[in-house]
């Protein structure tokens, strides 16, 4: 396991790599471009944010880096490869907002599931399952049932499900959207452990400036549609955060800038075009296709 | 419509290329021969089937929703009398037949009635109890909320939420009405129903006639449902887009 | 199980109490036989009298008596074996239209093509009266079970079809797209997602489907042309018999109801086992 550290500069092999993607849905008579021109690369072991207001494409850019959905131009690489073939070779793990726990399975009959899909079996999958489980804290729950455990329980599940094929990369869209907000603050100490531990890179989309801020090595700041990036926003807070992380003043500064940079700058604003193009991680080889 | 133009044609091609055998399966042609050449009599055995059918349907509906009401009101009564209700449903009324004709005599078409009746009460009370208490509760909170009293809950909430399960049972019941009716025929009774005219055109082999009234059947039911969604496009036209949804 | 016997004893209750006030002189033993008058109820309604409405306990004797008078076997017994017959038809129809239902779901489910060419057959299967067909379709195949079989199952197969397809379409998307980034295989999808997920509507259209496999023998028995055995020809020659012995007619009827709460009962257990963990998706 890599010791994960916030932000390293220099040469290095990117987990993803987005190229000039842009996305355009037909919806009926009119088409809605959804993702314009966007750029961005990925380091191993990063934790990255990408948070804007509804409908700026942030879940759309998600599910292009998890090959769910297919740009309309550009690329997205994975582990050097197309985002196709990652998928193919399993090199993702996925959680929703709603956990999406199969009712009918155990806690870890879910968590197996991947690993089923996989072929991995016999005890080495048992192996797994309770590494996962141990990982997520929730080993005395294993013969439960999803209508047995509570909300923060049932996403740990789907978190434990998604890290059980150790991916190279986890995608979380809006994993905590829909807890309140003392579990949502427990969860997010919880996946920063987790991320620590396990040193997979983490692509998390999210409608909260704390919980971008807290998580984050980098926030990826969004418009509103047709989705661009506005700003990267590098989060230096030492590691590991904790609860008095969300008291010093740092904490606040770096929320401070996320917010004015939502509200403030739009893609008609001059600056921040200029600030995109000065962007210390977007490619400079950005207009493919 | 082509296509069941189409499905006619090869039928009729099919029926006489392979000389299959005439009198189970008739060419169309031959069933609408029979249909022109029998109509005097299909069309009483007809209106003495509805009669049964529409009969039974409405006194077993109208039985049906106020039993609901008296139920509903009563959370403890609901919930006794739901399971028996859905458990009636598992039993094959339609063998009360005999017994319905021994109790008010073969000839009268109160015994098929009464065999429609039961069929479509409980179908019909399980749905409409189910629309009166399957309420969203913040609804029901909303209106105690602005102190409405029970009665206005009921006409101004329960009530219309009732209509769209009212109309789902109303749609299983006009089929099953018809079916009722000419199935409890089979069992015995006056000659001039078309249930009668099945069971016996088919043992005198005469297979275009019953093929005849079987369409006379198809149709009159279809007819029947199409009116109860005419009717429930009219009444409840708010519940369109769910109502292709849902059911 | 308490409710059920509560309402048992309910309806004997009303049966009785109804042959209480309005029923014929009440007399121990065969009433035909003219035995002492032990109660007169005050009322004489035709619908409560012994010829429309036997005593439970003359149901009762009847089905200990032989079934015919030269005959060694009780009412009872041959009911059994009316019902075991009746039954056995009733399971292979639901057997063949459940898996023919089943079939066609699945094709339709990964098809669109499919669905399309062939579903508005299926649903213009059900604008023919099956039932009103059934004279038809025990005469084309002899007296044998095929014949009632095919009624059954085509009974079977629409209900089963309709739900399963809606089943198996019902898996959330992000479930689809969970099953998409573990890269499973269509194969892998519908066994571990859409199959189990389908299960609830599978066996709300099996409850249905119990109980008009049933009534599809029962019928298809009791025409002209159909069987020689079973419950839906007890009924007719019982029904020949009334005017001696009504009960045997009411015994019939009663094992036929009994057949299909039985029936409803098994499809019921099942799925109380298949959902056991999925609290909330068994409905009543």
């Given at each position: 396991m890599t010791n994960p550290s916030d932000a390293p500069i220099g040469p290095r092999t990117d987990v993803v790599t987005i190229a000039g993607v842009s996305k355009v849905f037909d919806a009926g008579a009119g088409q809605t471009r959804a993702l314009e021109t966007i750029d961005l690369a990925i380091a191993p072991g990063e934790f990255v944010s990408l948070i804007g207001p509804s409908g700026c494409g942030k879940s759309t850019l998600l599910r292009l880096i998890g090959d769910l959905t297919e740009p309309s131009a550009g690329s997205v690489t994975v582990n050097g490869k197309p985002a196709r073939q990652a998928r193919l070779d399993r090199d993702y793990g996925i959680v929703f907002q709603a956990p999406v726990l199969f009712d009918w399975r155990s806690v870890e009959a879910n968590v197996a599931l991947p690993l089923e899909i996989k072929g991995v079996s016999g005890t080495e999958r048992d192996r797994r399952v309770q590494e996962m489980l141990g990982l997520v804290e929730l080993r005395d729950f294993a013969g439960h049932y999803p209508y047995q455990l509570s909300g923060g329980m049932q996403q740990r599940v789907s978190i434990a499900r998604a890290l059980a094929l150790q991916p190279s990369i986890l995608l979380m869209d809006e994993p905590f959207g829909a807890l309140d907000e003392m579990t949502r603050e427990r969860m997010n100490a919880e996946v920063q452990r987790i991320w620590q531990q396990t040193g997979t890179t983490v692509v998390f989309v999210t409608h909260s400036i704390p919980e971008a801020v807290f998580l984050s090595s980098r926030v990826v700041v969004m418009s509103p549609r047709p989705g661009r990036i506005v700003r990267v926003i590098d989060v230096d807070l030492p590691r590991p955060r904790t609860d008095d992380t969300r008291e010093t003043e740092r904490y606040f500064a770096l929320i401070t800038e996320v917010r004015e940079t939502l509200r403030g700058r739009r893609d008609d604003d001059p600056l921040s075009k200029g600030r995109v193009a000065s962007m210390p991680r977007t490619l400079a080889e950005g207009s493919v296709g | 419509m082509v296509v069941f133009v189409a499905v006619l044609g090869i039928w009729e091609g099919v029926v006489a290329a392979l000389h299959l055998q005439q009198f189970i399966l008739p060419r169309p042609s031959a069933i609408a021969a029979a249909l022109v050449s029998e109509w005097p009599a299909l069309q009483r055995a007809a209106a003495n089937t509805l009669y049964e059918a529409i009969g039974g349907l409405l006194i077993g509906v109208t039985a049906g929703v106020l039993t609901a009401f008296a139920v509903a009101r009563w959370r403890r009564v609901r919930e006794a009398i739901l399971p028996i209700a859905i458990g009636a449903?598992?039993?094959?009324?339609?063998?009360?037949a005999p017994i319905m004709s021994n109790w008010f005599g073969i000839l009268n078409p109160f015994a098929k009635m009464a065999i429609v009746i039961l069929l479509v009460f409980f179908p019909m009370l399980v749905n409409v109890v189910r629309g009166l208490s399957e309420v969203d509760e913040s609804a029901v909170e909303l209106m105690r909320a602005s102190a409405a009293s029970e009665g206005q809950i009921l006409r101004k909430l329960r009530l219309p939420n009732a209509l769209p399960y009212f109309f789902t049972g109303l749609k299983i019941c006009t089929t099953l009405s018809l079916i009722g009716a000419v199935v409890a025929e089979y069992f015995g009774g006056s000659d001039e129903v078309l249930g009668r005219v099945i069971v016996q055109s088919s043992s005198r082999l005469r297979f275009d006639i019953t093929w005849a009234a079987i369409t006379v059947v198809a149709l009159s039911g279809i007819t029947m449902y199409i009116l109860a969604v005419a009717i429930e496009r009219i009444v409840i036209p708010w519940h369109a887009s769910q109502r292709s949804r849902g059911t | 199980m308490i409710l059920a016997l509560a309402f048992f004893i309910a309806l004997l209750v009303l049966w009785e109490g109804a042959k209480a006030l309005g029923g014929d002189p009440w007399r121990f033993g065969d009433p035909a036989v003219g035995n002492e008058i032990v109660y007169t109820p005050p009322f004489q309604w035709q619908i409560a009298s012994d010829l429309s409405l036997p005593h439970v306990w003359r149901i009762w004797e009847a089905l200990a008596a032989p079934v015919q008078r030269q005959q060694e076997q009780s009412l009872a017994a041959f009911l059994v074996g009316a019902a075991l017959y009746t039954g056995r038809e009733a399971a292979l129809g639901f057997f063949v239209g459940g898996f023919v239902g089943l079939g066609l779901a699945a094709v339709f489910v990964h098809s669109r093509l499919a669905e399309r060419a062939f579903m508005p057959y299926v649903v213009a299967s059900q604008t023919i009266p099956i039932l009103a067909l059934a004279p038809l379709i025990a005469f084309a195949f002899g007296n044998g079970v095929v014949g009632i079989v095919i009624v059954a199952s085509y009974l079977t197969f629409f209900p089963v079809t309709i739900a399963q397809l809606r089943g198996l379409t019902s898996p959330d998307p992000r479930a689809l797209e969970l099953m998409r980034s573990c890269a499973a295989s269509r194969w892998t999808i519908f066994w571990k997602l859409r199959m189990p997920a389908s299960l609830p509507y599978l066996f709300a259209a099996l409850k249905i489907a119990a109980t008009a496999s049933i009534v599809g023998a029962i019928v298809g028995e009791g025409n002209p042309g159909g069987s020689q055995f079973g419950l839906g020809r007890s009924i007719l020659n019982f029904n020949e018999q009334y005017g001696s012995a009504p009960e045997k007619l009411w015994a019939a009827v009663l094992a036929s109801s009994l057949l299909g709460i039985a029936f409803f009962l098994i499809v019921r257990t099942a799925e109380v086992f298949a959902l056991r963990n999925r609290p909330g998706s068994v409905a009543a």
């Open positions: - | 449903s598992a039993v094959p009324i339609i063998a009360a | -």
